[in-house]
């Protein structure tokens, strides 16, 4: 079985229910699994999958997308779900299974779905700068990445959620921080989202562990 991804851009724009209207460029990555031919050697013709999301990136970015709230997970979700039918049914044509797929904006967050997830199941990531201060010797800039596991129907800022997280934990020097940020692993909504993943990247040291 060989797995591939391909990835194009898509410029989206979302209108908010309070006439908020927000622009997003988003690098949608969508990942495919399909068994090779004995005989050729060979997959699926990329330049069929090529054309589906060249396709979809049109379609999507013809008219805005209508939030009935303020937040806009529940406009990322109705993205999500469009792209996911449209690929499976463009993969079923050529026996081509669709395995993942990756919103990745511009400015550094992203939402996802996999196959090992409901279909109304998404991951939202979103990443965070924290200094660590030891208690001697130089500090590190230190990247946290939250990965909130959505459930159907959540509005929450998980951007928000993930800063009320981190924000006792200013200053820490690295055990202590690494300790703290162990304890958020699993925190829990009161809608259902949950943190599923942490990863932590020490920038000054190229050190990164994820919990």
Known sequence: MLQFVREVPIRIVIQGALSSRRGFLFHLAAGFSHDIDSLSGMSVNLMFVDEWLWKLKKDLEKDPFISSRESFNHAFAEIMAVTRLNLTQKAAELGVTLSSLTFREERGWSFSWNSAQAPEEMTFQYKHYIESIPKEGTFDLVRVAFDWERVQ??????????????????????????????KCLGHRLSSGSRVQNIEIEYLGENYKLTL
């Open 153 to 182: 129907g959540c509005e929450a800022d998980y951007q928000h959620e993930g800063f009320l997280l981190l924000k006792p934990l200013a200053n820490k020097d690295s055990e202590d921080l690494r300790a703290e940020l162990a």
